[in-house]
């Protein structure tokens, strides 16, 4: 058990001085040794209490601030060699991050590539909000977990893919502006605001790589302007078996449930069940 850990980093512009990347009221760490010896990592327990956390310019691609309550979790093996981690439940409780990601990152200049596969049984986060701010500050979202549970999570990150078999959000809230586009009356696309969201989401899967489709005749497909720069590297396939939300603009779903694709030829909805309660 640590209480009162600081990690710090060498300034990035003064000499001399240091950054606080993160400090932890309290940690608890249970590691047994012998199958250090054999590359594998097996954690027992995992508890850190009252992280506050500022990667600054650790972490190319995103400046990442905020403070985390409580995390914890259990694995019984993570193997370094074969560059495999698998997870029991995760828990992270009353977290507040707020993500900035960069309008440029420094070329990858390392010689080896991340193949890293991580696959947990649970993770559930609980009284969390997360805000996620575009280069530019052109785009700016606000996302709010009352209670969020995500089962079978599994991420590969040489393939860039992710797989859940269920995300389940309860009494969540999401807001996104887009800037600098000015907010109209109604339902304003560009200025999202949902409360009470409650959704059930399963087989999620997310491919962060060129993948053309031909859409099916019963396809129904979006044709915004902007859909292909915002997913021609992605494709992303998940069923929709239960929601409901209120929007700003008066607009309430009391029902939903749909199956939904993306592509880099658009958003497809070859089932779409939404009602409201009038």
Not at 134 to 158: E, F, K, N, Y
Not at 199 to 213: G, H, K, N, Q, R
Request: hydrophobic share 40%; net charge negative; charged share 20%.
């Amino acid at each position: 058990q640590v209480e009162g850990a600081l990690f710090m980093q060498p300034h990035d512009s003064v000499a001399g001085q240091q950054d606080t990347v993160a400090h932890v009221g309290r940690m608890v760490v249970d590691v047994p040794l012998r199958p250090l010896f054999d590359q594998r990592v097996v954690v027992r327990t995992l508890e850190i209490d009252r992280l506050t956390l500022n990667t600054a310019e650790y972490v190319a691609a995103a400046r990442i601030k905020g403070y985390v309550h409580r995390l914890s979790l259990r694995s019984d093996g993570i193997d370094l060699k074969s560059e495999l981690v698998g997870l029991q439940q995760v828990t992270v409780d009353s977290a507040r991050l707020s993500v900035a990601l960069c309008d440029s990152v420094p070329p990858d200049t390392s010689s080896t590539t991340t193949q890293w596969v991580i696959d947990a049984d649970v993770l559930r986060l609980t009284r969390s909000q997360l805000h996620l701010s575009m280069p530019g500050d052109s785009l700016r979202m606000q996302i709010g977990l009352a209670d969020t549970r995500i089962t079978a999570p599994h991420v590969d990150l040489g393939r860039s893919l992710y797989q859940v078999r269920q995300l389940a959000l309860t009494r969540c809230y999401f807001a996104m502006d887009q800037c600098p586009v000015p907010a109209v009356e109604g339902l304003d696309v560009h200025h999202l605001s949902l409360s009470d969201v409650s959704l059930t989401l399963d087989s999620i899967f997310l491919l962060m790589a060129p993948v053309v489709e031909v859409p099916s005749a019963d396809t129904v497909t979006s044709s915004l302007p902007d859909l292909r720069q915002m997913f021609g590297g992605m494709t992303m396939r998940l069923v929709v078996t239960s929601g409901c939300m209120k929007e700003k603009s008066g607009l309430t779903v009391s029902d939903l449930h749909a199956r939904m694709a993306v592509d880099s030829m658009g958003i497809h909805l070859p089932q779409l069940h939404l009602a409201t309660p009038h």
